[in-house]
C-alpha cells in the first residue's frame, strides 16, 4: 500500500486514539518478522513441552509467516487490556484450602468475545473513516488462530517475556489480556523494551508444580493451567496434592512477580467477579448439577472446560482441603452423574481426606511465601 508518510502517522495515531476509548491501555506496532521467536516456539514443540494440545502443532507454516494466514499483512498491531478486578482477594483463597482459587482472569465474563468486538468495532471505524484512500484490509485475533502473540507484543514493546513467559509491561505488571490486528499498512515500527527480569527467579522458586522447568521454559504437562483447563484426561497422581484448591487456571507466578505491584486495575464492569467465584466454598461449587454450571457459567470462560473437568478439578481440590464427614458424603453423591475417569478423581479425594483426617491442616512454606509477596506487592485497590 503507497501512502505517505504523513498519512501513516495519521492512521497510527487514530487507531492508538480509538484503542484508548476502547479501553486498551496500550497499541504498539511491529514487523512480521518471526525469526528467533519462531524457532523456540518449534522447539517448545518437538520437546512435546506442549502436552496434548495438538492444535499447536497445526499451521505452522502461518504462525512462522503471518502473511500466510491473512495476506497482505505487514504489520502486527499489539493491544494490551487489563483485567484485574477491584478487590482481587488473592490471600482469601491461597489462605483456606476450603474455598475455591480460580484464576483471576475468569471470575468475570469471557474476554475472547468482548475484546474481540471492541477490535472489530475499531477497526471498522478505521476503514470508514480513512475510506477515500487505498483499501485498509485487516483481520483480528484474540487468543485465537496460529500467532504467536506474546512474540509480537514483545517485539512491538508492550512488555518483555518473564521467566514464565507472560509479558510483563514496566508500568502495568502482567494482569493484561493481549489481542492483535494484522493489517496491510506498512505503519511505523515501536521500539522492544530491555528484558527487566534480572537474576530474580520468584515465579520459577514459587510455582506449585516446578512446571517452570528454566527461564522462560514452561513444561505445560506440569502446569496447573494446563492440567485443570486444556487436559481433558485425568490429573496425574503425583501432582494432585500440589494443585491444592486450585480448581481453574493459577496465578502464581504472577502473584510472585515483583513487577505487579504496579498493576493498574480494570475499570471495566464485565471482568468483576461473578456468582460469588472470589470467594466460595469448594462444595458450594460441587453442589451445582449440570444444569446449574451451564446456566451460571454462561458467558464466563469457565463453561467451555466442560461439566466432567469441573467435576475432577473440584473433588481434587476437595480432597485436598480439611477433613470433614460431610465432604465424603457430599463427593460420593455425584459418582451417579460422573463418567469413570471422574469416579477415579473421587475415589482419589475421599482416600486422600480419610488419610488426612488425623493431622493438622498447614499452609505450605510456598503459599506462606506467596502470601508474603502478595502483601508487599499489591496494587491499590486489589
Known sequence: MELSKNKLIEIKSFIQKQAAEAGFQDTRVSNTETSGYFEKYQSWITNA?????????RNQNLRQYPDQL???????ISLRYNYLPRDAQFCTPLSDNNLANISRYALGRDYHKLIRKKLSRLCTQLVEHFKQDEQIDFRVFVDSAPVLESSFAEKSGIGWKGKHTLVINQ????WFFLSE??????????????????????????????????????????????????NKQAI?????????????????????CP?????????????????????????????????????????????????QSWLRN?????????????????????KNVANDMVV????????????????????????????????NMLPRDA
Open 49 to 57: 513441552r506442549h502436552g496434548e494440545m495438538s492444535y499447536l502443532e
Open 70 to 76: 491473512h495476506p497482505g499483512t505487514c504489520r502486527v
Open 171 to 174: 508500568d502495568a505488571g502482567s
Open 181 to 230: 490486528i494484522f493489517i496491510n499498512v506498512p505503519l511505523a515500527i515501536d521500539t522492544p523494551v530491555e528484558n527487566q527480569c534480572g537474576s530474580c527467579n520468584a515465579c520459577i522458586k514459587l510455582c506449585p508444580t516446578q512446571a517452570i522447568i528454566a527461564p522462560n521454559l514452561v513444561d505445560a504437562t506440569r502446569c496447573i493451567s494446563y492440567l485443570t483447563i486444556e
Open 236 to 256: 496425574p497422581v503425583a501432582l494432585r496434592k500440589k494443585l491444592g484448591n486450585r480448581i481453574y487456571g493459577c496465578d502464581d507466578c504472577q502473584l510472585a
Open 259 to 307: 513487577w505487579n505491584r504496579f498493576s493498574q486495575i480494570t475499570q471495566d464492569a464485565d471482568f468483576q467477579p461473578r456468582e460469588k467465584l472470589d470467594n466460595i466454598s469448594l462444595l458450594a461449587l460441587w453442589q451445582w448439577s449440570e444444569e446449574e454450571f451451564s446456566e451460571k457459567l454462561q458467558g464466563n470462560p469457565i463453561r467451555r472446560i466442560g461439566y
Open 314 to 334: 473440584l473433588a481434587v481440590a476437595i480432597g485436598n482441603s480439611n477433613f470433614h464427614q460431610d465432604k465424603i458424603f457430599a463427593l460420593e453423591s455425584k
Open 344 to 375: 477415579e478423581h473421587i475415589n482419589w479425594a475421599i482416600n486422600n481426606l480419610k488419610t488426612n483426617s488425623h493431622e493438622k491442616s498447614t499452609t505450605s512454606q510456598k503459599t506462606l511465601k506467596l502470601i508474603n509477596c502478595i502483601k
